[in-house]
């Protein structure tokens, strides 16, 4: 600690390129945070997806519909909690460029579910007494501006109506949910089953359905229990953990983790160049003055931790502040990109990892500089200049 | 007889440039008493820098043996090398060689560094080095606004801020002109006879040797006969 | 010595002394290089998704859907409303009436190959006369699939995608079992990410009457308006037309957009970075060669010709590196085949990344933006440095 101030000085020697070598590492944690944050964006439900969660699909695809029938011989799996039904919806408010999942649910069961959407009581209520009433994620509710008590128009586009009245789903927003931890998604709409039924000519079919079970690390075992009961039958399922569908959602994407991957990694090769040849310039440029500090007793190693010491300074700082850049505007960016990813923040391993590479910098690009500052030998040092 | 606080013991020094083969020192022996000041003249090229460097630790012998303040450290591994140093031994260079990022205190202070001194207690020596040769108002300058004398004066305030055994001067008054030259002898001087610092210069300038106690000639790698002082 | 003579031989010497600051040069080259690489590989994605959507269709197709839909999962057309759309004016006639096939399109769900899990396939019912419809689709393995049968053929990129789709294999879906009995090339367009099979086995399977869209044939580009009016025209239908070629394009606007989006992004940000390293390289560039500078002004080398040399070295660096960037991403990611999710259709599309001349000279305009921010201040400060100054520095 008592070298900072030299350490402090030394970078200040040159201003422009100690600067300009900040500010290159600085952009590049910068836009590091930046793609974890679009990472976890697309991948990143897969860590915290409820670890107790099924999701049983249609086998052929998840646009195929579910027998609402199915409900009682989900929930009487051994080893189900508890089963809920969920279905897309799919409609278009106001303009189909406003795209935003809406579902129709049972509405208590589904709170139960996923314990996560934090809804206060009054409002659960009130959506158990309307049979209209809808509720939305807090960031769709900011988007569109919508209040409690608003009624809130959406035009089905293949679900057809056969009440005999207009098509237009007229719902009254009764409640606005939050989520828990920051990776909830707090865009989505959701709205009673049991309306829609009523409005299609209850045709009984539910999209999918989820089911909690009691046990985790039975979760394989209880979802081929399920499909067993299914099989051989007009329609099929397909259960899985929540984590696996999410998985495999993710990786219909596409490898988007490679990707973003390999552009981290061309990043840093490029900034770990800037910043070794800023050090290599710099202790170029001072070998008189580490014979000096040699001939006042600085030991090879001693010296060696000077330059090691300046350049994890440097990139140790720069890096931080990249970081530090970038968590402050990704809450910014989130509301631009909530249409496509819903949820998006750096997530904390990002920070932890970055940190690293900041030091891991540091070391790498002072490296060579500081073995050749340790070998100087001091006679030919004091020589130069 | 005063204890040497160094000894020299039939030093050679070669150094090996490709194919080639320098011999710079040929047989060197040489006391120098506790509390001496001495002077080691000589053309360019004598070796009379080589000389100083084997007694300061900061190169060893090819052959023969360097004896400083009871420590032999002809086999002596950088390292160890280095250690002593920072306890034992003051450099005062030609060029001054301060750090010029640094304001004279700090310059001042970087030989504490190496201590397990408090920054309370560092701070203490640095301003008591800096009085002692005049510069306590200078001690937050750069190098780059001192004059050359004023940055000799910091090169000897570093040098004597550990109270080493010895100090040693490598034409200390080679940059500067002929009254500031004076100054910087005059210091020296007070610190061999008031503080009894045992010093070591080496100097080509006759009238920097008339300051000295003794002077040592040093020719083609050998000490000659010495002249009178 | 005139002006331009001054300036070409200052650069010449610029050039020559370049070796010298060899590692310098290199890092600015290497930060030039990984911007232009990063930026063409990541938007040559964006372009592959264009090709895709853009080959094989054409401005004398059009397809028919219900009103309000925008996509053909939203959409849905009685048996009647498809028999009305087929005799609208403007369409061409075949043997058997006009050239247009009413289909279903739905989604199945397919391991993919890279990663083993499950992605959602499109399975286009189709009637006969599609193949008329698309002529840029033909068999290039197997079979045709029987009318009336369980057979399915595959388009050549979801077979190359996607597990268990080779001539010959047994899928099933549902309650049956599908036989592919032929893989299809459709000159590289979208179709060729998708299974088709005859409509009329589709719909059973899905418990469906009707259809969703309906392609056809117009005689001639300039028939669509013809066409479009009569089916607005007409009270037994609510439906929205539109060129085969169009709704592609809006098909994958989206996706593109999030991908062009991201690509300039990170580029652009990049190129932040990479434009920092570059000053740092030309400002020790400069200091270096000050004492030199300084020297030719006081010849009597005028200022500007100084300039324009200092430029030259940063501009040529970054051309050095935007072409070897560019070269590098052409040779990683050019044809890569690959696929992905496209929400707006939620099915897969199966595209190669491709880089464009134009992709290319977009890179290497963007690495000489980056030389040219990188040389300016550096040069401009070469120039204003007092003389004596340059010449006293060690």
């Known amino acids: ?385 | ?229 | 010595m005139r002006p331009l003579a001054q300036t070409l031989a200052v650069t010449a010497l610029n050039l020559r002394s370049l070796g010298q600051r060899a590692g310098s040069s290199a890092v600015a080259v290497v930060g030039f290089a990984g911007v232009v690489a990063v930026f063409v590989a990541v938007l040559s994605i964006a372009e592959g998704v264009r090709q895709v959507m853009e080959r094989g269709t054409s401005p004398d197709t059009v397809l028919v859907l219900r009103a309000g839909s925008d996509t053909e999962m939203s959409s849905g057309l009685s048996l009647e409303e498809t028999r009305v759309i087929k005799d609208a004016p403007g369409l061409v006639h075949g043997p058997a009436g006009t050239i247009a096939s009413a289909e279903l399109y739905v989604v199945v769900n397919v391991p993919k190959r890279t990663t083993g899990t499950d992605a959602n396939v499109p399975l286009r019912g189709v009637e006969p006369a599609a193949f008329g419809v698309r002529p840029s689709v033909r068999i290039v393995e197997g079979r045709r699939f029987r009318e009336g049968s369980n057979e399915v053929i595959v388009g050549r990129a979801a077979a190359h995608q996607f597990s268990g789709l080779d001539v010959g294999a047994r899928l099933r879906w549902g309650e049956n079992v599908w036989q592919v009995v032929g893989v299809f090339d459709a000159d590289g367009s979208i179709y060729e990410s998708e299974i088709w099979t005859d409509v009329r086995v589709l719909q059973p399977a899905y418990r469906r009457t009707g259809f969703q869209s309906v392609y056809a044939r117009l005689e001639a580009p300039e028939a669509f308006a013809r066409f479009e009016a009569a089916l607005g025209a007409d009270p037994r239908l609510h439906a929205t037309v539109m060129r085969e070629d169009a709704y592609y394009a809006a098909q994958s606007k989206v996706l593109r957009t999030l991908v062009r989006v991201l690509g300039n992004t990170v580029a652009l940000l990049m190129a932040v970075g990479a434009t920092f390293g570059a000053l740092n390289t030309m400002y020790s560039a400069v200091a270096a060669r000050g004492r030199e500078i300084a020297t030719l002004r006081a010849i009597g080398f005028q200022g500007s010709p100084v300039l324009v040399s200092v430029m030259t070295e940063s501009l040529v660096l970054a051309l050095v590196g935007g072409a070897l960037g560019g070269g590098l991403a052409y040779a990683v990611a050019n044809g890569y085949e690959t696929a992905t999710l496209n929400f707006q259709s939620f099915s897969q599309v199966a595209f190669r990344l491709t880089v464009t001349p134009r992709l290319l000279a977009g890179g290497v305009a963007y690495a000489l933006a980056m030389g040219f921010l990188g040389g300016i201040f550096p040069a401009i400060r070469a120039v204003r440095m007092p003389v004596a100054f340059g010449l006293r520095e060690p």
């Open chain 2, 1 to 229: 007889m005063t204890a040497a606080v160094v000894e020299v013991r039939d030093v050679h020094k070669v150094y090996r440039r490709g194919a080639e083969r320098v011999d710079v020192l040929k047989g060197i022996d040489l006391d120098v008493p506790a509390g001496e000041f001495l002077a080691l003249m000589g053309p360019s090229g004598s070796g009379k820098t080589t000389l100083l460097n084997l007694i300061g630790g900061l190169d060893t012998p090819t052959s023969g043996r360097v004896i400083v303040a009871g420590r032999d450290l002809t086999h002596a591994s950088s390292r160890e090398l280095a250690r002593w140093r920072a306890e034992h031994v003051g450099f005062v260079f030609q060029s001054y060689n301060l750090l010029p990022v640094l304001t004279a205190a700090r310059n001042v202070e970087l030989p504490l560094l190496l201590t397990r001194l408090s920054h309370a207690e560092r701070r203490r020596h640095v301003e008591a080095a800096l009085a002692l040769v005049g510069l306590a108002d200078r001690a937050n300058h750069y190098p780059a606004q001192l004059s050359g004398g004023q940055e000799q004066r910091v090169g000897i305030a570093r040098a004597i801020v550990t109270d080493p055994t010895l100090l040693l001067c490598d034409e200390p008054t080679g940059d500067l002109d002929r009254e500031t030259a004076g100054e910087i002898l005059d210091l020296l001087g007070e610190l061999n006879a008031r503080y009894g610092k045992t010093i070591v210069m080496v100097t080509h300038d006759p009238l920097a040797a008339a300051r000295a106690g003794r002077v040592l000639h040093v020719d083609k790698g050998v000490l000659v006969a010495a002249r009178a002082a």
């Open chain 1, 1 to 385: 600690m008592k070298y900072l101030h030299l350490l402090w000085r030394n970078l200040l020697r040159r201003k422009a390129r100690t600067t300009f070598t900040f500010l290159s590492i600085v952009v590049a944690f910068f836009l590091f945070g930046l793609l974890m944050a679009i990472r976890n964006g697309f991948e990143g439900g897969v860590e915290i997806a409820g670890q107790n969660r099924l999701l049983t699909m249609h086998r052929m695809s998840i646009i195929q519909m579910l027998p609402e029938r199915y409900l009682a011989q989900i929930q009487g799996t051994p080893g189900v909690r508890l089963a809920t039904h969920l279905t897309w919806f799919g409609g278009i408010y106001q303009d189909p460029k406003n795209v935003f999942a809406q579902m129709a649910v049972e509405p208590d069961a589904m709170l139960r579910l996923y314990p996560e959407f934090i809804l206060p009581a009054d409002q659960r209520q009130r959506w158990l007494l309307t049979r209209t009433g809808a509720i939305a994620g807090r960031k769709l509710a900011a988007r569109f501006g919508w209040r409690i008590g608003d009624r809130i128009p959406i035009q089905p586009t293949f679900w057809r109506v056969r009440d005999g009245k207009p098509d237009t789903f007229e719902f009254e927003l009764v409640g606005i949910y939050r989520g828990a931890t920051p990776d909830v998604d707090e865009t989505q709409f959701f709205f009673r089953h049991d309306y829609l039924m009523e409005r299609v000519g209850k045709p009984g079919l539910v999209g999918w359905y989820g089911v909690q079970v009691e046990d985790p690390a039975r979760a394989d075992e209880v979802a081929r229990a399920i499909d067993r009961q299914f099989a051989n039958s007009p329609a099929e399922t397909k259960t899985a953990t929540e984590k696996a569908l999410i998985q495999s959602f993710a990786n219909q994407v596409g490898d988007t983790g490679t990707m973003l991957t390999a552009i981290s990694a061309i990043v840093f090769f490029v900034i770990l160049l800037i910043a070794a040849n800023t050090m290599a310039q710099a202790v170029r440029e001072r070998t008189n003055e580490l014979g000096v500090l040699k001939s006042l007793g600085f030991t090879d190693r001693g010296v060696m931790g000077l330059v090691l010491g300046e350049a994890l300074l440097l990139s140790g700082t720069a890096g931080l502040t990249g970081l530090a850049l970038v968590l402050l505007a990704v809450p910014v960016l989130a509301k631009l990109v909530e249409a496509f990813l819903p949820v998006f923040y750096v997530p904390a391993r990002a920070l932890v990892l970055g940190t690293g590479l900041a030091a891991l910098l540091g070391l790498a690009s002072g490296g060579v500089p500081a073995w050749v500052a340790q070998r100087l030998p001091i006679v030919e040092a004091l020589r130069r200049r």
